[in-house]
């Protein structure tokens, strides 16, 4: 997360200090997600500011002597070169020329993206009229597919259920266990609200527990409410545990009591909005923060984020620039690469994020965009390059999910498949999110060994399980089930999920996943225009055009079809285990050659 904004605007956008432990005690209050008894040492210690995060300190690339064009002519943000002598930026490292584009999950970037590690939380289960916290039993929540049309296999209604309960058993023993877990893979297309330093140490569970001690002594810090929000928001994403967003809601509940139009409150609402797909109500809350505060970092990039989330991306562009004018720094400069990746700019995006390397000042920092660095290197096949991106933010942060996600995706492209079985086992067992959980199916699936097929059911299951347990938490997981659902599922429900979600938005991934689902469903020429418009903006994607290409093939387009599935091995023939093997023997079918 970001420092926090003062009330005041301010061009500098100064942070106020994280709080202090209590020198006096007030009235004992109720913390949403705190144990009861009294925490274990962790005061947290006072926030530095993020890099870049003023105009004085990041004075851009024109007032280094370096030649950056402005945002109006080239679409680049003002970026300073790294100082000579920093050590945290070091040579930046230079991607291999080539446009291409990241494979957006969103985020994801969906995600692949950052946080600061997580060490075990020792709280107890929730008060009474609270919601779960990490490591509580969940109960299944109906909603799974159960069911299946020819050639797809589905978990029966027993294994869901029990899938549920693997799911809760993961999220403690494999994400807090650990004492080590990180932003695993985001939401669909968005990032990640900042970059991965949330308030000043790297352990947020020993900082929620020094801002729980702190709140139950001071009840009417409005600022230590609206952080401990954010730090809830944090760990359900780096936990991939949703039960943490009631408590982030009764954290901002509290603090706008206090303090009414509280703009850190109303950022950390967008904020809450996002990571639950509310991208309509992320977009109301940091447009609200903004009007109290212009300068407030964590409300630009939640509108950022709002835009591309819903398919807005020229204002999102714009949003971006103005982003840039008012708050430097490395949040701001991963999200302008990814919005002009997105407009197929990947030149302009590489040369951001090697900019930004540069400016990176801590170790969240630089394992944060190095990895984006990576999976912009993975989209356009320069895996070589990817692995280098990937060592670099592992060298900074060895136990960092998003490069460790990476890394075992690029080990499978290159062909190295046990080590890419390793590295997702490794990942999925301290975060079971969908898309690691799907990737890690297909790996099994291809290897096709003993067990495997009962292996990749079970990444299957518990992927319908943690939608379950997302949309009893209040997230919108419609996106994650039509394109898991759509391949490893349902297709019935792939169908209404995908149609679901486009209704609400209309972003090249929604149009990607409700052509395929409808695909699937054998209603390709219904498919056609969303597989055209899921390409439409310039964003390359190899998944997009191999999905682009099958719709065409099955449409009776072998010319189109032919052309789509080339460009999609072409892009990055390693794009997906069993999609890259789909391709390619279809473009057998019908003719042509990679």
């Not at 929000?229 to 509290?254: F, H, I, N």
């Not at 136990?399 to 990942?427: F, H, K, N």
């Not at 056609?528 to 387009?557: D, K």
Request: proline content about 10%; overall charge neutral; some cysteine.
């Amino acid at each position: 997360m970001p420092p926090h904004t003062p009330d005041t605007p301010t061009p500098e956008g100064s942070s106020p200090q994280a709080p202090q432990a209590p020198q006096a005690p007030q009235a004992e209050a109720s913390v949403p997600g705190a144990p009861e008894e009294a925490p274990a040492p962790g005061t947290p210690e006072r926030e530095t500011p993020a890099p870049g995060a003023t105009a004085a300190e990041v004075p851009g690339a024109r007032a280094a002597g370096t030649r950056v064009p402005e945002p109006r002519e080239a679409g680049a943000p003002a970026l300073e070169t790294a100082a000579p002598g920093n050590p945290a930026s070091g040579p930046p490292v230079a991607g291999d020329p080539g446009p291409g584009p990241r494979e957006g999950k969103a985020p994801v970037i969906e995600a692949s993206v950052p946080a600061p590690p997580v060490a075990e939380d020792p709280a107890p289960g929730p008060r009474e009229g609270e919601a779960p916290v990490a490591g509580t039993p969940v109960a299944p929540v109906p909603g799974g597919p159960a069911g299946g049309g020819a050639s797809v296999r589905t978990p029966s209604r027993l294994h869901l259920v029990l899938s549920a309960g693997a799911l809760a058993v993961a999220l403690t023993t494999g994400a807090l266990a650990t004492g080590a877990a990180r932003q695993a893979t985001p939401a669909p297309a968005s990032l990640p609200v900042t970059s991965p330093r949330l308030l000043s140490g790297d352990d947020l569970a020993a900082s929620i527990r020094g801002l729980q001690a702190h709140l139950r002594a001071q009840p009417r810090d409005a600022e230590a409410w609206s952080t401990l929000a954010l730090a809830y928001v944090e760990q359900a994403r780096t936990e991939g545990d949703p039960s943490r967003y009631p408590q982030a809601d009764k954290a901002l509940d509290r603090a706008l009591e206090l303090r009414p139009h509280h703009d850190p409150a109303l950022a950390g609402r967008a904020a809450l909005a996002a990571a639950r797909h509310d991208f309509r109500g992320a977009l109301k809350y940091a447009d609200e923060a903004l009007s109290r505060n212009p300068y407030n970092e964590r409300a630009l990039c939640s509108r950022i984020d709002a835009l591309v989330e819903l398919g807005r991306y020229e204002e999102a562009s714009k949003a971006a620039d103005l982003a840039d004018s008012r708050r430097p720094g490395v949040p701001v400069f991963t999200r302008y690469a990814y919005v002009r990746e997105l407009r197929g700019d990947t030149a302009t995006a590489r040369e951001v994020l090697t900019r930004a390397l540069g400016t990176a000042a801590t170790r969240g920092d630089v394992a944060y965009v190095a990895t984006a660095l990576g999976q912009l290197a993975w989209n356009q096949g320069q895996y070589r390059t990817a692995l280098r991106h990937y060592a670099r933010a592992l060298a900074a942060d060895d136990t960092y999910l998003p490069a460790l996600e990476g890394r075992a995706r690029t080990q499978a492209a290159l062909g190295d498949r046990a080590a890419a079985i390793t590295g997702m086992e490794r990942v999925v067992a301290r975060a079971p999110l969908p898309q690691p959980l799907v990737e890690l199916g297909e790996l099994y699936e291809e290897r096709g060994g003993k067990g495997d097929t009962a292996r990749a059911r079970d990444q299957y299951a518990l992927v319908h399980a943690w939608v379950s347990l997302a949309r009893a938490n209040g997230v919108d997981a419609d996106l994650d089930t039509a394109l898991a659902a759509a391949d490893h599922g349902e297709r019935g429900a792939a169908l209404k999920a995908a149609r679901a979600e486009w209704k609400r938005r209309h972003t090249v991934h929604t149009a990607d996943a409700l052509a395929w689902a409808l695909h699937v469903n054998g209603r390709d020429e219904e498919a056609l225009p969303y597989a055209r418009r899921a390409t439409a903006t310039g964003y390359r994607s190899a998944s997009f055009r191999y999905h682009r290409g099958m719709i065409e093939r099955a449409a009776g387009r072998p010319d189109r079809a032919r052309a789509s599935l080339t460009a999609a091995l072409g892009l990055n023939p390693g794009f997906a285990p069993l999609g890259a093997r789909a391709a390619r023997a279809a473009l057998a079918s019908l003719g042509g050659t990679e």
